[in-house]
Nanobody, 122 residues
Framework: QVQLVESGGGLVQAGGSLRLSCTAS????????MGWFRQAPGEEREIVAI????????YYADSVKGRFTISRNNFRNTVSLQMNNLKPEDTAVYYC???????????????WGQGTQVTVSS
């Protein structure tokens, strides 16, 4: 069992930056794909960025390519999301999640954090 706790959300003006962090505890997550997802009010949860177990492959939603960067540190049990040039449409609750099964570009992840709010004002 892996427990995830996100931090780093907040209120920022358009064009600004935030860095989200996700810390894992429990069993090691070093063999799992990890991802960041988001859900805006009235919307479906969507993939933001995904990183494979060793960081060798990353995947980004088209809406965040070139602005967001996902990274992980398996020694420190952390996954991060650097978000630059934020836009009002990035406003959502952001969730960190892990997937122990094969495959990684999916919304079906196995364990989730509680989420952190990101609000971008225009």
């Amino acid at each position: 069992q892996v427990q995830l706790v996100e931090s780093g959300g907040g209120l920022v003006q358009a064009g600004g930056s935030l860095r989200l962090s996700c810390t894992a505890s429990g069993r090691t997550f070093s063999s799992d794909a990890m991802g960041w997802f988001r859900q805006a009010p009235g919307e479906e949860r969507e993939i933001v960025a995904i990183i494979t177990w060793n960081g060798g492959i990353t995947y980004y939603a088209d809406s965040v390519k070139g602005r967001f960067t996902i990274s992980r540190n398996n020694f420190r049990n952390t996954v991060s999301l650097q978000m630059n040039n934020l836009k009002p449409e990035d406003t959502a609750v952001y969730y960190c999640a892990g997937r122990a099964r094969s495959g990684y570009v999916s919304i079906e992840y196995d364990y989730w954090g509680q989420g952190t709010q990101v609000t971008v004002s225009s």
